[in-house]
């Protein structure tokens, strides 16, 4: 098989990744507290080909003698764009909408066994019976128990209100008492760019070893006791249709031209074949 197709082969690839990426978005554009994914694309050069046997400008010269021969395109990097999405409101005390770029809930999820700390925007909340219906805890619409400063947030049941404050304090009524039950976990996000989707509209922490930082390098607490979220109201996807439909045009039409040069390149093959 040629260089040309080779290339155009390893990029169609890559671009059919790109057009996952933006049918994901456009799928989840009425997703509560859905963030955009970004596609970034680089070039793969790998091969010098050292034929100049006088390079011009030799003397000072930094880069490499001769030519370098790329294998296509791959995707760089896959983004998050945590900028908010505008806020709807629904009269529900247990729905939450954060206010400020790169802030997040924090969940607990549970598989295969391992327990970990997931983060996401989504602020529509539930309340689950545990402990033999004694308690309620406070959870996700997936049943994943969302966190508090001390961890998950239960409930002792039998209150008549529950409230969600400005500043993440949860205050339940009971008759004509007041208490505080807890206090919602929201962190920030340092370098929003590390964390990894997980499925569910969650993000995770990347491996920490083996990129050599800490997680306060990566996610740390907000600032407590500040106005952070709007209770009885959702955080909207962030997803901008229209920008979602170039790029996806714009991707098709990559991977039309790409597919072109496949078909060109064999039929050129074909008439070098045919010679005499």
Excluded: C, W
């Excluded at 050292?50 to 010269?61: I, K, Q, S, V």
């Excluded at 066994?113 to 983060?119: D, K, L, S």
């Amino acid at each position: 098989m040629s260089r040309t197709m080779i290339q155009a082969a390893v990029t169609m690839n890559q671009l059919q990744n790109k057009l996952d990426i933006v049918g994901n978005n456009m799928a989840n554009s009425q997703t509560t507290g859905y963030k955009t994914r970004q596609a970034d694309f680089s070039s793969l050069l790998f091969q010098q080909i050292d034929n100049m046997t006088d390079p011009a400008n030799a003397e000072g010269r930094l880069t490499p003698d001769g030519v370098r021969v790329g294998s296509g395109a791959k995707l760089g990097s896959v983004n998050v764009d945590l900028r908010p999405g505008s806020i709807q409101e629904t009269d529900r005390a247990l729905d939450t909408a954060l206010l400020e770029e790169n802030h997040l809930f924090e969940i607990q999820v549970t598989e295969n066994g391992v327990t970990e700390p997931r983060y996401t925007r989504d602020g529509s909340f539930y309340i689950t019976p545990v402990n033999d219906d004694q308690d309620v805890m406070l959870t996700t619409k997936d049943g994943y128990p969302v966190l508090g400063e001390d961890g998950p947030i239960i409930i002792a049941d039998g209150f008549d209100d529950i409230t969600i404050q400005p500043n993440g304090q949860i205050s339940v009524q009971r008759g004509n008492v007041n208490e505080n039950a807890g206090s919602l976990a929201i962190s920030e996000a340092i370098q929003p760019e590390l964390l990894e989707t997980t499925g569910d509209n969650a993000f995770r922490l990347p491996d920490l070893e083996e990129l050599g930082y800490d997680i306060a390098d990566i996610i740390q607490p907000a600032e407590a006791n500040t106005d952070a979220l709007q209770s009885g109201a959702l955080e909207q996807s962030n997803v901008d249709l229209a920008q979602q439909m170039t790029d996806m045009i714009n991707t098709q039409r990559s991977y039309q031209f790409n597919a072109r040069t496949i078909s060109m390149t064999d039929q050129m093959m074909g008439l070098v074949n045919q010679l005499r």
